[in-house]
């Protein structure tokens, strides 16, 4: 019997209420939220902060939950979090997984983008969320 996946990410929002992404070296080259797959005996939570700081070189805190994301094609679950980052440590790709990252306006993100990635910041932005629980389908992707 296999083990459940698990992936977490971080929301995180500057001043002036932009996202943060990162643009992956692999794939599409598309924009994403800085996370990843946990390691053994790792937290849902402890997978995030290791993320941001191996991606971006930050450290972060971690606050409330903003969805979490079944993904049946993987078996696997993604936990969403809204984070800061701590101080004023400036984001900066630091693994070779990472081209770019920045920060964002939510009506000018950068492109090829999965809905996955740009729901995630949505159910982040709605503060009326009632449902946290998500089940989602093949990618589809923003270009």
């Known amino acids: 019997m296999s083990s459940k996946l ?4 971080s929301i995180i929002f500057d001043s002036e209420e932009r996202v943060l992404l990162v643009k992956h070296s692999y794939g599409r080259n598309n924009w994403d939220l800085p996370g990843g797959k946990a390691e053994s005996n790792e937290s849902a939570e402890e997978t995030a902060i290791r993320e941001a700081l191996e991606e971006i070189g930050v450290q972060i805190t971690v606050g409330e939950i903003t969805g979490i994301y079944y993904d049946p094609t993987y078996d696997m679950h993604h936990f969403v979090f809204l ?18 990252c920045g920060f964002f306006n939510l009506h000018d993100l950068p492109k090829p983008m999965s809905d996955f990635t740009y729901n995630r910041i ?6 009326n969320r009632k449902k946290q629980f998500h ?7 923003i270009e």
């Open 6 to 9: 698990i992936g977490a990410a």
């Open 83 to 100: 984070a800061q980052i701590v101080q004023d440590l400036v984001p900066t790709p630091s693994s070779p997984e990472i081209l770019e």
């Open 122 to 127: 949505l159910d982040a932005l709605n503060n």
């Open 135 to 141: 089940e989602i389908g093949p990618r589809k992707w």
